[in-house]
């Protein structure tokens, strides 16, 4: 058994590296992290803290990150928590609220044929601050929609209790399934909804609830939502006048506009003001200045020919100072079955306000194309909110109940603009293509660097991963060069992010999944090394060289200590003082190697960065020069090492493991190459051309002893013509194993016997053999 053992692990070691070469592993280093780190490693180092509810599996729905109260406030399965931060662990201080469904509509949603496992509970997918005391939450309550109030008491308070007269029905604010994608957003004491309202999921709906106004909703009209897939909701004003503010909605929708029977879906932002009280005679309780307008995100081609990501995935709103002009962050990915890709694109305010400033689109009839509309727009312009802008003297239009009957018929037949939205530079901020995972979700810090500033991008995805990326464009090109600084395993298993939120203000990233919630540092700069070279290498905004390790930039640091080179990430400018010598020593490792003449060899050598580029250098005499590895069909490199696929005496020496990254060479490894001859092997296994495989366990022992050969020197040596004797030795190993153990059970036997002699014990009782007779 153990020479099949050997046998395996050979031919697999094998298989495994030359495999690795066939297939050309060797990628893009600009597509791959810098840094990855595993599961086990971001607990180890203390950057992430789980979070998986009381009862082993959270079954995780929704979170409020709360800087206001210091608290994060999770839906999930019947349940809602609330967590204090800043506690170190997730789950001290941690407090429950269970709400299931009411008595027998579990079995009532079971008989209407869900799934009573999985769908037929109360799934809290709405939390929303509602006043400084109160928490808006709405759940699926087992296909009957449900809201609440939640006390969480005042600042510095940790009261967390349900409200029993403040629960109401929740339609139109919550989805009936616990899976379908909506959006939501609490404005003024008002909830705007984008939804499914019913339980079959065939009544699309803009919907707003709650407050002292009477409820609000689109038409069930195919020109205003078809088929939409709701990704977002936020507030964002206009001017400084609140009358004037509009929330905008996101999302994806099959569209009219499109050629062919089979309607292309298309993303699109729409918004509704959010002062609109509908129609007096037209439009009553429906959206008197509903429009929209088509998002692109799209890759330039040949002859006019786009690639486009039609697919909106997640949208986030980079706040500014200017509160009325956040930059808007969106994955896309593709619809095609051919081509699979992702693009993150960004879009200003200023470009989205001129679409809806510009042209109506219009269709004459079935037959005609969409054109722009050249006719008398009435007045006020439809999709205006009223405000000072449309109220003058002579026209005065306090409310869109005031608005004539000819602009609400407008704004009913023409909701759709012209004019699309282009992203900054016309051109994706990040593309991705061919990948083994899903983007999912995005969040985005803006960074103060020593150099300007830069976005900094968390982007998880469908494997539990979160992808750390930087997009640097350079002068007046229009593509970016895409810089991944880190891949965080969040998850151990590979569940999908199905949420994110982050806190500037401490510096944490909030991942949601299925199993739980995860708190995770955003930078954690030691873990790029303890060099100067290392740290400007990593070209992380967060992270520069203070003089003495690596650590959080400070703007108001000192300046003479701060190294950083986000754009080059070249240690050669920035640590000219440091030690840069490449061939130092002291912090290379060193390795002595044992190659068996004519068998094969492997040289392990993984860099520090996957990004690095891997050069292999001989030095054959001490003083010799280092001459460049030749590399051909007998010696190959691959991403881990430098593989022999047979060995010749004249390989020997010492070879040199250089990185190159950003123009920056360092040695990673030094290993001494020994070759043993085929006659040295010939007589480590059978010194005396006797064959001692069929000598008694004795002689064998006896021989073992005087010649003590390792067998992680003998795994260095193997090869195929060789295994046979390798299987040899190993039988006499455990061979003389086996012997040794029976030894010393029976040494511990007679030591026990004779403790028991000496203290006057009776000697123990021995089993009579059966053919034993008494006299």
């Known amino acids: ?15 495994f590296f030359v495999g690795a070469t066939d297939l050309q592993i060797v990628r893009a280093k600009i597509n791959v992290p810098r840094l990855r780190l595993s599961y086990k490693d971001l607990l180890m180092t203390n950057r992430s803290v789980i979070f998986f509810g009381f009862r082993g599996f959270l079954d995780f729905r929704s979170m409020f990150l709360d800087e206001y109260h210091d608290r994060l406030f999770i839906g999930a399965k019947d349940t809602i928590y609330s967590i204090q931060l ?23 949603c079971a008989l209407k044929g869900k799934d009573p496992f999985t769908e ?136 009219l506009e499109s050629e062919g029977k089979s309607r292309a879906v298309y993303s699109r932002i729409g918004r509704v003001c959010a002062n609109d009280a509908g129609g007096q005679r037209v439009l009553v309780n429906k959206w008197s200045t509903f429009i929209k307008t088509r998002l692109i995100c799209s890759v330039p081609g040949p002859e006019g020919i786009d690639t486009d990501f039609d697919d909106l995935v997640d949208v986030f709103l980079l706040r500014t100072k200017d509160e009325k002009n956040p930059e ?76 004539p009957d000819d602009v609400l018929h407008f704004a009913r037949s023409h909701p759709l603009m012209f004019q699309s939205v282009y992203p900054a530079n016309q051109h994706p901020v990040l593309i991705k293509t061919n990948l083994q995972y899903k983007m999912t979700h995005i969040v985005v810090d ?29 002068g007046n090109a229009i593509k970016s060069e895409e810089v991944i600084l880190e891949e965080l395993q969040v998850f151990k298993a590979p569940n999908p992010i199905t949420s994110l939120e982050i806190s500037v203000k401490r510096q944490q990233l909030y991942v949601g999944s299925r199993v739980g919630v995860a708190q995770v540092k955003l930078h954690q700069c030691e ?7 290392e740290c400007c290498l990593a070209r992380d905004p967060y992270c520069a060289w203070d003089g003495t390790s690596c650590t959080r930039y400070q703007p108001t640091g000192k300046r003479r200590f701060r190294r950083q080179d986000i754009w080059n990430g070249n240690p050669a400018h920035q640590c000219l003082d440091q030690s840069l010598n490449a ?85 990673v490894t030094r290993i001494s190459l020994e070759v043993i001859e085929s006659e040295q092997l010939e007589e480590l296994f059978n010194r005396d051309g006797e064959d001692y495989s069929s000598r008694p366990c004795a002689a064998q022992s006896q021989r073992l002893h005087s010649q ?53 014990k009776s000697k123990p009782r021995h089993r009579r053999p059966r053919h034993v007779t008494d006299t």
């Open 1 to 15: 058994m153990m020479g099949f053992s050997v046998l395996t692990q050979t031919v697999c070691l094998w298989l």
């Open 86 to 108: 800043d506690r170190g662990h997730m789950d001290r201080d941690t407090k429950e609220i269970y709400w299931p469904p009411l008595s027998g509509q579990r079995e009532e």
């Open 120 to 255: 037929c509970a109360n799934y809290v997918r709405v939390l929303h601050p509602y006043n400084r005391t109160h928490l808006l939450a709405c759940g699926t309550g087992a296909f009957e929609p449900v809201c609440g109030f939640v006390n969480v008491g005042h600042r510095g308070e940790h009261m967390f209790a349900m409200e029993p007269a403040g629960v109401r029905n929740g339609r139109g604010k919550c989805p009936h399934d616990p899976n379908r994608p909506f959006a939501s957003t609490l404005v003024g004491g008002e909830l705007y909804s984008g939804l499914t309202a019913d339980f079959l999921g065939r009544d699309p709906v803009i919907f707003r609830s709650l407050g002292p106004r009477s409820a609000m909703r689109t038409e069930l009209d195919q020109r205003l939502l078809q088929d939409p897939k709701f990704v977002a909701a936020h507030l964002i004003p206009d001017t400084d006048d609140k009358d004037n503010n509009k929330v905008y909605f996101f999302f994806t929708e099959k569209a």
């Open 328 to 403: 808007i962050y969106g994955i896309f990915s593709t619809i095609s079955n051919v081509f699979q890709g992702y693009a993150v694109c960004m879009y200003r305010m200023a470009d989205i306000r001129e679409a809806f400033n510009g042209a109506y689109a219009h269709k004459e009839g079935p037959d005609y194309q969409w054109t722009t509309y050249e006719g008398k727009v009435p007045y006020p312009r439809p999709g205006f909110c009223p405000s000072k802008i449309t109220t003058q003297p002579s026209r005065p239009y306090n409310s869109t109940k005031d608005y």
């Open 446 to 474: 803006r960074v103060d660097a020593e150099d300007g500033q830069y976005d900094v991008m968390f982007i998880g995805t469908d494997t539990g991963v979160v992808l750390k990326v930087i997009a640097l464009r350079k």
């Open 527 to 533: 873990t790029y090394g303890n060099a100067c070279a």
């Open 583 to 667: 061939d130092s020593f002291d912090s290379v490792e060193e390795r002595v190697v044992y190659g068996t003449e004519d068998n094969s060899t492997f040289l392990e050598c993984v860099p520090k960065s996957p990004q690095a580029t891997v050069r292999w250098f001989i030095q054959r005499a001490v003083d010799g020069m280092k001459d460049e590895v030749k590399l051909d069909e007998r010696i190959v490199k691959t991403e881990h090492g430098l593989l022999f696929r047979k060995i010749y005496r004249m390989d020997e020496g010492t070879y040199y493991c250089k990185t190159l990254e950003h123009g920056f060479t360092q040695t």
């Open 708 to 760: 003590k050969p390792w067998f992680k020197d003998i795994m260095q040596l193997i090869g195929y013509a060789n295994l046979h004797r390798v299987e040899e030795y190993c039988e006499r190993v455990w061979c003389n194993e086996k012997q040794r153990k029976r030894r010393k059970m029976m040494l511990n036997k007679w030591k026990f016997m004779s403790s028991g002699v000496k203290k006057g």
